[in-house]
C-alpha cells in the first residue's frame, strides 16, 4: 500500500514538474518572439542594417516613380485625384463665365495651373531622397510597421517646410510661362465688370504650390500601397526580402 502511494507521489510530482518546464518554455518562446519584434524579427529576422537598407530602397523607388508620375505632360491635369481645380471663388462664376463667353480662358487657366505644377514636380526628388539619407532605424522600424501611408506622413514631416520653400518660386515662374497670371487676370477683370462683381484676387502662387504638393503626397501614398500590397512592385531582391516578411 505504502508503495503504491509512493509511486503515486512521484508520478504527482513528475506531472507538475513537467508542466512547470512547459509554461516556462511557452514564456521564454513568447519573450524571445517579443525581443525579436523589438530588434527587428517582425521583418522575418533582418538585420537592423538589411531593415533600414530596405526600407531607404523601397522609399526611392517609390518617391522616384510619384516624381516622374506627376511631372509628365498631364501628370497632373489627367489625373483625378490630384487635378488642381479651379479656385473656389473662380468655381462660384464658372457657369456665368461660360455663359458669358469666357469658357476658353478658364480651361486655359485651369491647364496652365496644371502645367505649373507638373513642371515644379520635379525638384522634389532630391529633396526626398535628402529626407531618406536621414533616416534611422527607429525611423524605419516605425515606417516598415505603421500604416499604409507611414512613410508618406514621414515625407510631409520632414520635408513639407523646404519643399514649399522650393516650389513656390518654380511655380511662380512656371506660371508665367505657361499663361496663368495672364489668364487669371482677364477672367478677374472679367468678374470685376459683373454687376456687384468683385475682384478674385488671392495668393494664386500659394494656391497652385499648395495643390502641387498635395498631388504630389497622394501619389507618393498610392506607390507606398503598392509597394505594400503588391509584390510586383517590390523591383529589388531586399525590398521583397523585408515586406515578404509584413
Do not use: H
Request: charged letters at 25%.
Amino acid at each position: 500500500m505504502k508503495i503504491r502511494r509512493f509511486m503515486a507521489s512521484l508520478i504527482i510530482m513528475a506531472m507538475m514538474i513537467l508542466n512547470v518546464q512547459l509554461c516556462l518554455a511557452a514564456g521564454l518562446s513568447d519573450l524571445t518572439k517579443e525581443a525579436q519584434k523589438a530588434l527587428g524579427g517582425s521583418a522575418g529576422g533582418l538585420s537592423s542594417d538589411e531593415i533600414t537598407a530596405g526600407l531607404k530602397e523601397a522609399l526611392q523607388v517609390g518617391t522616384e516613380k510619384a516624381v516622374g508620375l506627376v511631372s509628365q505632360p498631364d501628370g497632373f491635369y489627367q489625373n483625378p485625384a490630384i487635378k488642381i481645380p479651379l479656385p473656389e471663388s473662380l468655381q462660384k462664376v464658372e457657369k456665368w463665365l461660360r455663359t458669358a463667353g469666357y469658357g476658353e480662358k478658364v480651361d486655359a487657366f485651369e491647364l496652365s495651373m496644371n502645367r505649373a505644377a507638373e513642371r515644379a514636380a520635379p525638384e522634389a526628388k532630391s529633396i526626398f531622397w535628402d529626407a531618406i539619407a536621414d533616416m534611422n532605424f527607429d525611423d524605419a522600424q516605425k515606417i516598415l510597421n505603421g500604416r499604409d501611408n507611414e512613410a508618406t506622413l514621414y515625407f510631409e514631416d520632414k520635408t513639407s517646410a523646404r519643399l514649399q520653400e522650393v516650389f513656390k518660386p518654380i511655380v511662380k515662374d512656371a506660371m508665367g510661362e505657361v499663361g496663368v497670371t495672364q489668364s487669371y487676370q482677364d477672367i478677374s477683370d472679367k468678374i470685376a465688370s459683373m454687376p456687384f462683381g468683385k475682384s478674385a484676387g488671392f495668393d494664386l502662387d500659394q494656391y497652385v504650390t499648395d495643390g502641387a504638393l498635395k498631388g504630389l503626397f497622394n501619389m507618393l501614398a498610392e506607390q507606398e500601397k503598392q509597394i505594400r500590397t503588391q509584390p510586383a512592385a517590390r523591383v529589388t531582391d531586399l525590398l521583397q526580402k523585408v515586406f515578404a516578411a509584413q
